[in-house]
C-alpha cells in the first residue's frame, strides 16, 4: 500500500500545481465529446424525453415522484466515482505509470481506478443529505403511502447504491452489496483507506466544478425549462437540493479525507448491518419481491442509459448514430384503427375459402364474445383465456391486447408496447406472417420485432428474400441493437426470451427489463410454465401489475394450475364455455393395461421399442385413407420409427421426419413441405392415398402449428401436452359423427417420458386416469376389444378411451391434481427473497438445458442460389480466426448438437473442432463427400 500512498500524494501535488481537473469520463480519441459533464447530462436529456417510458406511469403520482427521484440521483452519481485521481490521470495522459522521483516510476493497478464504489459512496452521502432535510425524502400525501412507496422509501439507499455498484456488469448478490465489507482485514483498510481519502481530496475542487456547469446546462436547456412540463417544480427542487448539497459538502470534505475509515465504516454499517439483516429476516415474502424488482428497474434503466449515451459518443460508426430510443411511430397507433384492421383481416381470411369449416359457428361465437369483453377490459390485471385449440386464440389475443393499448393511450396520452410470447419459435414465425399480412408491415421494422436466437439481427441481408427487409412507407427498419433490446411497437418472443428477461440479470437480459413496464403482455400456451417455478411467477406476475403499470393475458387450450382460486384473475371465457360442448374433434386412448390393488386398472405401462414399431406400422396398414402423425418424446426412437417404417414396411405413402437432429434451416423446408401435402391432399384423400402423409416427429410439433391430421400415436406425457398434440388432429372439425372420430393412440415406450419432463407431470396423469375410473364407475370409458393374440398392443385387453369434450369437462381437476403434489420449493424462489441476483441468473431454466456438444453443419453450396448458404463460408472463417467477440447468429439455422457423451464419435475428420472465446464448436462440412454419411437432410444428424 505504501506505493498506492506515495502515488496518490504524488498526483494529488501535480492536480494542485497545474490546478488541473479534467474530469474526464474517457481517453478514446475517436470521442468528440470526452467530458463527464457532457456525458451526465447527455443521459438526463435522454432521459427527460423518454421519461414516460423509463419511468413507469401510476395512478400513484409520489411513487412516480420518488421512483423519477432515484432514476436522476443515479445518473447524476453513477460516474462520479471518476474524479478519483488515479482514474483521471490514466485517461488526461493516455498512461498507466507515474513518475515519484527522478526516473522512478509506479504502475497504477486496474482496482486503484476503480469508480463504481466511490460514485455509489457520493451517491450514499447525497441520500443522507436528503434524509436531513424535511419532508423530502416522504410522500405529499399520507393517505397515498401504499406498500412500493414505503419500500421505496425506506429502501432508497440500497436501490440505488446497487444499480451504481453493478451498471458496468451483471447483477450480483445483495450480500456483495458493499464491497467494503472486508475492512476488518489490514490490506483491504489500507486499500481502502488510501483510495477514499485520496478521493475526497481530489473532488474538493472537482465536483462543485461540475455540479455547477451541469446545473446551468439543465437551466438553460428549454426542454427542462418549459413551465408546461408536469414536472418543472420538482425538477428544480432537485436541483437546488444537488447545489445545497455540494455546498454543504464541500465544508466536510477536509474531515472526511482525514478520516476516511469513519465513512467507510457508515456506509457499511447503513447497508449491512442495517438494511440487509432486515431484508432478509424480518421483511415478509411480498416486500422483498417489490423490492427486488425496484432494483433491477433502476439498474436496467441505468445501464442502458449508460450503453446508448457512451456508444453514440464516442463512436463514428453510423450504426449507432441514428440510434433512438424510441421512434417517432410508437406515439401512433399502427395504420389507424387495428381493431377493425383485424376484423376485416378474419372476414377476409374465411371468404378466400370454398367450403366453410363445421367449426366455424363456434369461432364466430367466440370471436363476438371476446370482441365484446374487449370493450369492458381493464388495465393492471391478469386475464386468462381458455379456449380449444384452432378456435381463432391469436386473433382473440391481438384484439384483446389493442383494446387495452387504445385504454392505455386515452389515460396516459401515449401507446404502450404489446409483448407476445410464444414457447416454440415456429409458432413465432407463424405469428410473425400473420401479424405481416394483418397490417401490410415488415419485421424487424419499428412496428414489428422477432426476437429469438434463430432472428435475423442484421438490417442489411434479408434471409431468403432480398426485398423483405427493406423498408417502405414510414416504416423504419432496426439494428441489432433497437431488435435486441425491442423499439418496436409489437415484440413476438419465445417464452424463454421473456423470462429470461424477468429472472435472469447478465447485461444483455438488463438492459431490456425496464422495457418491460408500461406494457401489455401476451403469453400464450402459458401451461408450459414448468411446476416447480409456479409460485415464483405467480407471485411476481401479480405483483408487476401494480408496480411497473404492467397488463398480462394468458392463454391456453388447457388448464395450468398456476395461479390459485383466491388469486385476482379473470378468465375471459367464462361465460361461454358451455358453448364449447359441441366441440369433440378426436378420442384419446390410453394402452397397455394391467390390474393393480382395489380392483382398479393402470394404464400406459411400458413397452418396448420393437413393440411400439410394430403398433405404428399396423396403425399406418390400416389406416390408409388417413394422414398420421407420430410423436416420439426422444429423436432416438423418432429416427428408429421413421427408419422402420421407410426401410422395413411397405407403406407406398410419404413419410416424413422432423427432430432436432435436423438443422433449423431443414427443419423449416420440410416443415413447409408438410403444410403443402396436407393442403393439396384435403380434397384428393379419398381418390389417392399417396397423399396421405406420415410424419414421424418430437413434441417440437406440438403446439401452434397450423396443420391437421386425422390420426395421432403420441408417445406418453403430461396431460396438457397430449392436448396440444391433439390440437393439431381433425383440427377443423370435418369429422363428426362421435363414432366416426379420429383415434390419438398414448403408448409408454421404455419410460422415455423421464429424459424429458418432470416426473410430476407424468405421475399427475396417471393419477388422472385413476379418477376418471373411479368417476365413470359403469365402466362407460373402458374398453375391452376382442383381441387377436398377434395384435401387439390390443391384445393386452382393457384400455380406457376419453373424447375431447370430456377432457374439458374432467381437465378442471388437472391442476389440482399438480397443485397437490407436495413439490419442493424451487431455489430460484429463494433467490429472489434473498435479494441473489446472480445466482438466479445461473439457476433459472425454463427448459431442462443439457450438456450439448454444438456442431455448425454447412449444407453443400456449389450450386446454391439461397444467399443465407453462400455467407456461411465467410461467416465461419470469422469464427476460425476469432475476428467477432459474438457468434454469428446467422449460424444458429445450421446448428445441431450431440450428447457430450458422443464426443469420442466426432473427434476425427470429416468433424473439424474450433474453438471462439472459449466455446467450442464442430463443423461438419456437407461440402466434403466423406461428410454424407454423418448427416442426411431427411433425418438430420447420424452418429451411432
Known amino acids: ?62 411513487f412516480r415522484f420518488f421512483l423519477d427521484l432515484i432514476i436522476k440521483i443515479a445518473i447524476i452519481f453513477h460516474d462520479l466515482g471518476k474524479l478519483n485521481c488515479f482514474f483521471q490521470w490514466k485517461m488526461a495522459r493516455n498512461t498507466n505509470r507515474i513518475e515519484v522521483n527522478a526516473g522512478e516510476f509506479i504502475e497504477i493497478k486496474k482496482t486503484w481506478s476503480y469508480h463504481t464504489e466511490l460514485s455509489a459512496l457520493m451517491a450514499w452521502c447525497f441520500i443522507n443529505y436528503l434524509k436531513g432535510k424535511v419532508g423530502i425524502l416522504k410522500p405529499q400525501d399520507s393517505k397515498d403511502l401504499d406498500e412500493k412507496m414505503n419500500i421505496l422509501i425506506e429502501y432508497l439507499d440500497i436501490i440505488i447504491v446497487n444499480s451504481i455498484l453493478t451498471h458496468h456488469s451483471s447483477l450480483g448478490n445483495i450480500e456483495d452489496l458493499s464491497r467494503f465489507k472486508n475492512l476488518k482485514q489490514s490490506t483491504y483498510k489500507s486499500y481502502y483507506s488510501i483510495l477514499v481519502r485520496s478521493y475526497f481530496m481530489y473532488i474538493k475542487k472537482s465536483l462543485p466544478h461540475l455540479i455547477t456547469h451541469l446545473t446551468k446546462k439543465w437551466q438553460n436547456n428549454e426542454k427542462f425549462c418549459n413551465k408546461n412540463h408536469a414536472s418543472f417544480k420538482r425538477n428544480f427542487d432537485f436541483l437546488e437540493n444537488l447545489i445545497n448539497f455540494v455546498n454543504e459538502f464541500s465544508y466536510a470534505i477536509n474531515y472526511l479525507s482525514a478520516n476516511p475509515l469513519k465513512i467507510l465504516e457508515d456506509f457499511k454499517g447503513a447497508l449491512i448491518r442495517e438494511k440487509f439483516d432486515k431484508i432478509l429476516k424480518k421483511e415478509k415474502k411480498e416486500r422483498k419481491i417489490i423490492l427486488f424488482f425496484l432494483i433491477i428497474h433502476l439498474s436496467s434503466v441505468l445501464t442502458h ?34 381493431i377493425k384492421i383485424i376484423s376485416e383481416y378474419l372476414m377476409i381470411k374465411k371468404s378466400k375459402r370454398e367450403e366453410p369449416y363445421p367449426l366455424d359457428a363456434i369461432r364466430d361465437l367466440f370471436s363476438d364474445h371476446i370482441i365484446n369483453e374487449a370493450q369492458h377490459i381493464e388495465l393492471n390485471k391478469i386475464y386468462t383465456l381458455t379456449a380449444p385449440c384452432g378456435i381463432g386464440k391469436t386473433l382473440a389475443l391481438l384484439n384483446l391486447a389493442f383494446n387495452l393499448r387504445r385504454k392505455f393511450f386515452q389515460k396516459y396520452q401515449y401507446y404502450p408496447r404489446i409483448i407476445y410470447a410464444l414457447p416454440f419459435i415456429s409458432i413465432c414465425d407463424q405469428l410473425e406472417k400473420e401479424i405481416q399480412q394483418i397490417f401490410k408491415c415488415q419485421s424487424q421494422t419499428n412496428i414489428l420485432t422477432i426476437h429469438h436466437y434463430l432472428s435475423d439481427l442484421d438490417k442489411n441481408t434479408s434471409l431468403q428474400d432480398e426485398e423483405e427487409y427493406v423498408p417502405i412507407q414510414d416504416f423504419k427498419t432496426l439494428n441489432t441493437y433497437e431488435i435486441k433490446n425491442w423499439f418496436s411497437e409489437i415484440i413476438v418472443t419465445t417464452t424463454i426470451k421473456l423470462f429470461n428477461t424477468l429472472f435472469t440479470f447478465n447485461k444483455k437480459n438488463l438492459m431490456r427489463f425496464h422495457k418491460l413496464a408500461n406494457t401489455i403482455i401476451i403469453i400464450d400456451e402459458y401451461h408450459s410454465i414448468p411446476k416447480k417455478y409456479h409460485e415464483l411467477v405467480r407471485c411476481c406476475l401479480l405483483l408487476l401489475t401494480r408496480l411497473f403499470n404492467m397488463t398480462f393475458i394468458l392463454a391456453t387450450a388447457t388448464t395450468a394450475g398456476l395461479f390459485l382460486e383466491k388469486d385476482p384473475l379473470i378468465e375471459l371465457t367464462s361465460g361461454i364455455s358451455e358453448k364449447f360442448n359441441p366441440i369433440n374433434r378426436y378420442k384419446l386412448r390410453f394402452h397397455n393395461s394391467k390390474k393393480i390393488s382395489d380392483g382398479k386398472i393402470q394404464f400406459c405401462n411400458e413397452i418396448g421399442l420393437e ?24 429423436r432416438k426412437n423418432a429416427k428408429e420409427i421413421y427408419d422402420y417404417l ?12 422432423l427432430s432436432a437432429n435436423l438443422i433449423p434451416y431443414h427443419r423449416k423446408k420440410i416443415l413447409e413441405k408438410i403444410e403443402k401435402i396436407l393442403n393439396n391432399s384435403s380434397k384428393k384423400r379419398e381418390e389417392n392415398i399417396k397423399t396421405n402423409i406420415v410424419l414421424v416427429t418430437t413434441q417440437l410439433i406440438e403446439a401452434g402449428i397450423d396443420i391437421s391430421f386425422q ?14 398434440v391433439a390440437g393439431r388432429c381433425n383440427r377443423n ?10 383415434i390419438i393412440d398414448i403408448i409408454n415406450i421404455e419410460n422415455s417420458f423421464n429424459k424429458v419432463y418432470d416426473p410430476i407431470d407424468i405421475d399427475s396423469v396417471k393419477i388422472f386416469l385413476e379418477k376418471l375410473q373411479t368417476k365413470y364407475h359403469d365402466e362407460s370409458i373402458m374398453k375391452h376389444p376382442e383381441s387377436k393374440p398377434s395384435d401387439p398392443m390390443l391384445s393386452q385387453g382393457t384400455y380406457i378411451e376419453i373424447n375431447e369434450k370430456q377432457v374439458r369437462e374432467q381437465f378442471i381437476e388437472y391442476p389440482k391434481i399438480l397443485n397437490d403434489r407436495k413439490i419442493r420449493e424451487d431455489d430460484c424462489y429463494e433467490n429472489v427473497l434473498k435479494m441473489n441476483f446472480k445466482h438466479l441468473t445461473k439457476n433459472f431454466k425454463l427448459i431442462k438445458e443439457l450438456v450439448d456438444i454444438p456442431i455448425i453443419v454447412i449444407p453443400a453450396f456449389k450450386n446454391s ?9 465467410k461467416l465461419i472463417t470469422d469464427l476460425k480466426q476469432e475476428r467477432r467477440n459474438d457468434f454469428p447468429r446467422k449460424l444458429y439455422s445450421f446448428m445441431t448438437d450431440i450428447y457430450k457423451s458422443q464426443k469420442s464419435k466426432i473427434k476425427t475428420p470429416p468433424f473439424e473442432r474450433i474453438t471462439n472465446n472459449g466455446m467450442e464448436y464442430y463443423i461438419l462440412d456437407l461440402n466434403n463427400p466423406a461428410a454424407k454419411k454423418y448427416y442426411d437432410k431427411k433425418l438430420g444428424l447420424i452418429i451411432e
Not at 311 to 327: A, I, P, W
Not at 613 to 630: A, G, P, V, W, Y
Not at 646 to 657: M, S, T, Y
Not at 712 to 720: A, E, N, Q, S, T
Request: hydrophobic share 35%.
Open 611 to 634: 413393440e411400439a414399431k410394430e403398433f405404428c406400422r399396423k396403425s399406418c396398414e390400416q389406416n390408409l385413407d388417413k394422414s398420421i402423425m407420430i410423436v416420439m418424446n426422444t
Open 711 to 724: 390420426k395421432i400415436i403420441r408417445d406418453l406425457g403430461p396431460l396438457y401436452s397430449i392436448v396440444q
Open 646 to 657: 421407410v426401410n422395413q414396411c411397405n407403406l407406398n405413402r410419404p413419410i416424413c421426419h
Open 733 to 742: 372439425m370435418e369429422i363428426k359423427d362421435i363414432d366416426k372420430l379420429p
Open 865 to 873: 442460389t439461397d444467399p443465407m448458404i453462400k455467407e456461411i463460408p
Open 305 to 338: 442509459l449508460d450503453k446508448w449515451e457512451a456508444t453514440t459518443s464516442r463512436t463514428n460508426n453510423d450504426y449507432f448514430k441514428s440510434l433512438e430510443f424510441e421512434s417517432p411511430l410508437i406515439n401512433t397507433d399502427i395504420r389507424g384503427n387495428p
Open 1 to 62: 500500500m505504501i506505493e498506492m500512498q506515495n502515488a496518490a500524494d504524488v498526483l494529488f501535488r501535480i492536480f494542485e500545481d497545474n490546478n488541473e481537473y479534467p474530469s474526464l469520463a474517457t481517453k478514446r480519441l475517436e470521442c468528440e465529446h470526452p467530458e463527464l459533464i457532457y456525458h451526465i447530462n447527455r443521459m438526463l436529456e435522454i432521459y427527460f424525453k423518454f421519461k414516460d417510458k423509463l419511468c413507469p406511469a401510476s395512478s400513484n403520482e409520489n
